[in-house]
């Protein structure tokens, strides 16, 4: 068989989710109903019997305060939305350039893999709490002329930095698991070196690695909260303000419930996109 | 037979993997409209010669002519010559994530800068005389072998190449796929297309080529019409490898 | 995906049970309320001791002493009796019948202070302001020091020539998260931007210095310590007026805790006897001469 057409191969026909496993009748799906709910009422029941749990209860749980202090989070929660949709923008292509870079052949372009190489090495390996401090508090000190000193744009950048050295490796990955052949391919019809990355190889790496990149997005939300140790308000500040206002801690539960909000419609559109690919390449032309 | 212009001419080609050399002074010249086939054992070198005259691999000394321009020269402008020969691979390489239709016009609308409309109209009549009209919507995938390696001729052919080297185009696939490419090439032949095929079909090679090369250890050992090869032998190296063929029952 | 409903309405099931506290569980009660104050009848988290919790590092003028080789105590000493809270915690524990020894200090992070659950001193001093809404949740002593607002500002900057609080409203200020300094700046100086908020004292500092913010607002005795140690090139703009109820530093407790009332007992005889004052002309002496931002 061809040694470019690896994938999709044996995927035929729809796949059902991973976590509905093989669901089929009313029998089973009473049977999942059941057990679902009685594993739930267990373990309700072991929680709310423990010694603890009326104290806990009324520190994580009160819901006027939920009430109180959600609108307040939620608003600041736009800061955080705000913060990773331009981060991740920014990520997706300048970890591109990394991980392209990366790959350019021939001894004349040596110091530019290098380069790609030590900065993917060096903010893999930093935490980015520490980048986020560092930049934060270092950068604007220094009182450059032109360079903004606003906390949430050394933020947003201490994020692009960190997060594209992971997506440039996902990226690299991608572009490596497509086969040689592939780029002959393109290269012998006449198409430029730039032209078969942005028309061939590019496609095909993203496909792949649509994923791990959405899994590495879903990280980068999460992390958006670590902005706020250098002074903006964003969600988590906000709670944090909130339960210092009231020594009550319900208000992190308010942004708990946000974060996840978020994330599950992330999660279900990367399954939508796997299946969405898995069709159109396998289950004929029809879009 | 009339003296033909030359289409391709390569002179002392040679190339090295490393230390293996796996061309050692190649010598051969294509008329306009002539069909060469090359036949060889694996790992002779057919492959390689073909991928050097696409300049998909850069030789190590020689000169390669195509129409009496040297294509070898340093600053040669290499997408400029492979918009004028036209490869097909023995494993298709198609693009998967591409329709047959875009495919077919990738090249020709994103190198050629042909309109959309005026590279689909092409593209659709190529596919249309090929009897792959109905797939142009579908993902290669989707298309058995046959039809794969019919759409990999087909995008090579829309680029209206000068010269169509093909390697082993059929020996990827199951034996009752391969005639329908084969009768694709006979018609490429036909039509006149100059054509230079790295194949182990010998009937095919004894019913279509105008001539066949012997490739061995990296040098064309043997050379001539198609008939007088298979029939008289000169080589003994050629004769073994002929009986080693008929014994496979390939002839 | 048929099924996915169905798991999503046993997840709520399960955090509204959660919620709503299904089954009950009868309400822990606190510990038993005794009238005595002598030390065998307080209810201490160790029997004869005296443990008192505050954030490590402990900053001047609040804490003093220099911390003895191998101490994991920054910056200041709690054990040494010096400085203003140090110093108010060892007279309420002598008030108390306990003697130097018996009180031992534990490093009680801000947000250790409130967590539900037993806790790990009888009382936290970590100028902790009282507010109706954290007495939900914990016990307050009374107060031990009425604490007012000030601005710091780096100085030959801008902000440094503001008179009123009207006029700090166009500038980005600061403060640490936890503290009563952010209420007071929404509430009552209401900025045109959002104040950065910062995890820590230093990293309020860090802003300040980084130009990332005009001014830091904090209580007073701290600013004096920040301008006079911490950021020599900043200044203290001057002290915001008090609006409202005046905002006061108590020591916390347990919810439902007896030693609060005993703690307050020996408050008020330390008030009256004019020990308080001492202590904090001792350590808060140069409170008088900030400006005050009408
Ligand atoms: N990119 C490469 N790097 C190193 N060695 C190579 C490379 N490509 C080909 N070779 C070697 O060159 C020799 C000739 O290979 P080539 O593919 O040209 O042979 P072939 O005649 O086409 O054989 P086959 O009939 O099996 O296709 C082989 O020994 C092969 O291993
Ligand atoms: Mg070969």
């Keep these: 068989m061809s040694a470019d057409a690896e994938t999709g191969r044996g995927d035929r026909g729809d796949r059902r989710s991973r976590i509905l496993g093989d669901l089929r009748g009313t029998r089973n799906i009473g049977i999942a109903v059941t057990s679902t709910v009685v594993f739930f009422v267990v373990v309700a029941v072991v929680i709310a019997n423990s010694a603890g749990w009326p104290e806990v209860r009324k520190a994580f749980f009160d819901r006027k305060l939920f009430g109180d202090s959600f609108p307040e989070v939620g608003h600041a929660f736009l800061l955080n939305i705000r913060i990773f949709c331009i981060a991740e923008a920014l990520i997706l292509v300048f970890a591109l350039a990394i991980a392209v870079l990366r790959g350019l052949p021939g001894p004349v372009l040596f110091p530019f893999r290098l380069l790609a190489v030590l900065y993917t090495d060096l903010f893999r390996g930093i935490p980015t709490i520490l980048v986020i401090y560092i930049l934060g508090f270092g950068a604007p000190a220094l009182q450059l002329s032109g360079v903004p000193n606003s906390p949430l744009f050394w933020g947003v950048t201490a994020l692009v930095l960190v997060y594209s ?83 009550n801690y319900t208000p992190y539960m308010a942004t708990a419930l946000l974060f996840i909000l978020l994330t599950i419609p992330l999660a279900r559109l990367t399954d939508w996109l796997i299946a969405r690919d898995r069709r159109r390449q396998s289950a004929g032309g029809a879009r | 037979m009339r003296a033909r212009a030359t289409a391709l001419k390569l002179e002392a080609v040679h190339k090295s993997f490393g230390s293996v050399e796996v061309l050692r002074g190649v010598d051969l010249e294509v008329g306009e409209h002539e069909v060469v086939c090359l036949i060889g054992a694996s790992g002779s070198g057919k492959s390689t010669l073909l991928r050097c005259v696409n300049l998909l691999e850069r030789i190590d000394a020689g000169r390669i002519f195509l129409h009496g321009e040297e294509i070898t020269r340093r600053d040669v402008d290499v997408n400029a010559v492979r918009r004028r020969v036209g490869i097909v691979f023995q494993a298709f390489n198609l693009f998967p994530h591409m329709t047959v239709l875009r495919n077919v016009t990738l090249a020709t609308s994103r190198v050629l800068h042909k309109p959309r409309a005026e590279a689909e109209a092409e593209a659709t009549a190529l596919l249309e005389r090929f009897g792959l009209a109905d797939k142009r919507a579908e993902y290669p995938d989707r298309l058995s072998g046959g039809q794969q390696q019919r759409v990999a001729i087909v995008r090579a052919l829309a680029m209206q190449p000068e010269l169509m080297l093909l390697d082993e185009v059929t020996s990827a696939l199951d034996p009752e796929l391969v005639a329908e490419v084969l009768n694709v090439i006979r018609e490429l032949a036909d039509g006149g297309m100059t054509m230079v095929i790295a194949t182990h079909e010998m009937s095919f090679a004894r019913d279509t080529a105008n001539r066949v090369c012997f490739l061995d250890a990296g040098r064309i050992l043997e050379q001539g019409p198609a008939e007088e090869i298979f029939t008289h032998p000169r080589e003994p190296r050629t004769q073994q490898f002929l009986e080693r063929i008929i014994a496979a029952g390939r002839l | 995906m048929r099924l996915k409903p169905i798991l999503l309405l046993g997840a709520t099931a399960l955090l509204a049970l959660v919620a709503s506290g299904c089954g009950g569980g009868s309400k ?143 500038y980005k200020l600061g403060v640490q998260i936890g503290t009563t300094s952010y209420a007071y700046v929404t509430k009552n100086i209401k900025p045109s931007q959002q104040p950065s908020v910062y995890n820590t004292s230093s990293d309020v500092n860090s802003g300040l210095k980084a130009h990332q913010i005009d001014g830091i607002v904090v209580d007073l005795p701290t600013a004096f310590y920040i301008t006079a140690v911490q950021i020599p090139q900043a200044t203290i703009v001057g002290q915001f007026p008090t609006v409202g109820t005046p905002e006061h530093f108590g020591m916390v407790l347990a919810k439902g805790n007896s030693l609060t009332s005993c703690v307050d007992k020996a408050l008020a005889s330390l008030k009256s006897a004019g020990t308080i004052a001492k202590i904090q002309q001792e350590w808060l002496s140069n409170k008088a001469s900030a400006p005050v931002l009408k």
């Design chain 1, 165 to 247: 050295a992971y997506v440039a490796e996902v990226y690299r990955a991608g572009i490596e698991s497509v086969h040689p052949s592939q780029e002959a391919a393109a290269r012998s019809l006449g198409l430029s070196r730039a032209q078969t990355l942005r028309y061939v190889i590019v496609p095909q790496a993203v496909r792949r690695v649509i994923p791990p990149l959405l899994n590495d997005f879903i990280g980068l939300q999460k992390d958006s909260a670590l902005v706020a140790l250098i002074g903006p308000i964003e969600a988590f500040r906000q709670s944090q303000i909130d339960v210092a206002a009231t020594f």
């Design chain 3, 28 to 170: 822990k009660s606190a510990a038993p309320k005794s009238s005595g104050c002598s030390v065998d009848q307080l209810n201490l988290v160790h029997k004869g001791q005296l443990t008192v919790g505050t954030d490590n590092p402990a900053f001047p003028p609040w804490f003093g002493g220099t911390p003895p080789k191998g101490s994991t105590w920054k910056v200041s000493d709690p054990n040494s009796g010096q400085g203003f809270e140090s110093a108010v915690a060892y007279a309420v524990a002598g008030k108390l019948g306990f003697k130097k020894g018996d009180v031992h200090w534990v490093v009680v992070p801000f947000e250790q202070s409130f967590k539900p659950g037993s806790k790990s001193f009888d009382f936290d001093i970590n100028q902790i302001s009282y507010t109706p809404a954290r007495a939900k949740s914990v016990d307050f002593s009374d107060s031990y020091y009425d604490v007012n607002q000030a601005l710091i500002g780096l100085k030959g900057t801008p902000i440094t020539s503001a008179k009123t609080s009207a006029d700090v409203k166009k």
